[in-house]
C-alpha cells in the first residue's frame, strides 16, 4: 500500500472517530443509563455468580440478589421514610421564612459594609434578580403559559421517563446473565498471546473498579453515619436529610464534600439564626471528612485509582461541564478504567510498528 493509501485510511479513520463522538454525545443520555445498569450488574455480579452455585442456575442467583435489594430498600424507606418526610416538611414550612428574616437582619449590615442599595426584603430581591420590577402578573403569566405548554407534552415525558427508567433493570439482568457467556465466547476466538493480553487488562481494570466501587460505597455509608450522629447532636432538624444527602455526595471526590458542607452549614445558620451552630455543623463536617480522607479511605479503599488529587479534580469538572450529573457520577471510575487501559494499548503500538512489513 502507497502512502496515498495510508492516508486515505487515516482521513477515513479520523472522519469516522468524530462521527462515533458525535453520535456519542446525542446519545449520551441512553449510553449513561445503559452504563449505569453495566456498572450495577458489575458490581453485583461476585454475589450472583455465587448464589448461581447454590441454588443452581445463574437465572436464579439473578433472581435472589434483586428480591433482597428490593426488601433492602423497602427496610430503608421503612425505617428512614417517615423521618425523612418529616424533616422536609418542616424545611417546607419553617426555611423560606427564616430565609427571609436572615435576609432582612443582613441587608444593613451588607448595605453599611459593601456601600450599595439592596432590596428590604426577599420577595423584593427575588422581583428584582428575576427582572419582576413589573410586577408579578406577568411572571405568573408567563409561568402560567410554560406550565400549558408543558402539559401538553407530559404525556410524551411521562412514556420517555418510564421506558429510560425500565433501562436499567434491563439491561441489568442481561449483563448479569449473558455477561460471562459473552466473555466466554469472546476469549475463545482470541490466539494464546491475545486472550493472555486481554485477560491482564480485564484483570486490571477489574481490580481497580472493584476497589474504587466497592470501598466508595462502604465509605458513603460510614460518612452518612457518622454525620447523622454528629449533626443528631447539634440538635438539626435535618440532620437524616443531609447526613443521606451528604453521604452520596462523597462518591464524587473533592466536589460532593465541599457542597455539602457549605450547604449545611448555610442550613444551620438559617434554623438557628446564629453563627455558634453554624460552626459546630462545619466542625462536624470538617472532623467527619478529615476522618475520612486520613483514616476510612486509606483502610477501606487503599490508594484509590493511584490518580493524583488535582487529575482527579479536572476529571470530574471536565465531565461535569460535558456531560452534567452523569459525567460527575462516572467521571472517576472511568478514569480508573482509563488509567488502566491507555498504558496497555499504548504498549501495543511498538509492537505493531515492528510487525509492520516496510
Known amino acids: 500500500m502507497n502512502d496515498r493509501g495510508r492516508w486515505a485510511i487515516r482521513i477515513a479513520a479520523l472522519i469516522g472517530a468524530a462521527l462515533a463522538l458525535v453520535l456519542i454525545y446525542q446519545l449520551r443520555t441512553l449510553l449513561l443509563l445503559i452504563l449505569l445498569a453495566f456498572v450495577l450488574a458489575y458490581v453485583l455480579d461476585p454475589p450472583v455468580t455465587r448464589l448461581a452455585r447454590l441454588v443452581g442456575g445463574r437465572g436464579r442467583g439473578i433472581i435472589c440478589v434483586g428480591a433482597a435489594l428490593a426488601l433492602l430498600l423497602t427496610c430503608a424507606l421503612a425505617a428512614l421514610g417517615p423521618r425523612v418526610a418529616a424533616e422536609l416538611r418542616w424545611a417546607a414550612a419553617t426555611l423560606p421564612g427564616k430565609a427571609a428574616e436572615a435576609y432582612e437582619q443582613l441587608v444593613p449590615r451588607l448595605q453599611a459594609t459593601v456601600g450599595i442599595q439592596l432590596p428590604a426584603t426577599l420577595p423584593e430581591a427575588a422581583r428584582e434578580l428575576w427582572g419582576l420590577r413589573g410586577g408579578w402578573g406577568p411572571w405568573l403569566t408567563q409561568r402560567a403559559q410554560a406550565m400549558v405548554a408543558a402539559a401538553a407534552s407530559s404525556v410524551v415525558g411521562l412514556v420517555t421517563t418510564v421506558l429510560d427508567l425500565l433501562i436499567i433493570p434491563m439491561f441489568w439482568v442481561f449483563f448479569l446473565q ?48 457518622l454525620l447523622g450522629v454528629g449533626l443528631a447532636l447539634v440538635g438539626m432538624k435535618l440532620a437524616i436529610v443531609m ?10 471526590p473533592y ?17 438557628f439564626g446564629d453563627v455558634n451552630h453554624g460552626l459546630l455543623v462545619l466542625a462536624v463536617y470538617a472532623g467527619v471528612y478529615a476522618l475520612e480522607a486520613f483514616v476510612i479511605s486509606p483502610r477501606v479503599i487503599g490508594h484509590r485509582i493511584g490518580l493524583h488529587p ?22 472517576v471510575p472511568t478514569a480508573a478504567v482509563l488509567r488502566v487501559l491507555i498504558p496497555e494499548l499504548w504498549a501495543l503500538f511498538p509492537q505493531a510498528r515492528e510487525q509492520t512489513p516496510r
Request: aromatic share 6%; hydrophobic share 60%.
Open 178 to 225: 449473558e455477561g460471562p457467556a459473552v466473555k466466554a465466547r469472546l476469549l475463545r476466538r482470541l490466539s494464546g498471546a491475545q486472550r493472555a493480553w486481554l485477560e491482564r487488562v480485564t484483570s486490571g481494570m477489574d481490580g481497580a473498579l472493584r476497589q474504587f466501587l466497592r470501598g466508595q460505597a462502604t465509605v458513603c455509608a460510614v460518612v452518612a453515619v
Open 243 to 252: 447526613a443521606v444527602a451528604s453521604g452520596l455526595a462523597t462518591f464524587i
Open 255 to 271: 466536589i460532593g464534600p465541599i457542597l455539602s458542607t457549605v450547604t449545611a452549614v448555610l442550613l444551620a445558620f438559617l434554623e
Open 310 to 331: 488535582l487529575v482527579v479534580l479536572v476529571v470530574v469538572l471536565a465531565a461535569g461541564k460535558l456531560l452534567g450529573v452523569w459525567g460527575i457520577l462516572f467521571a
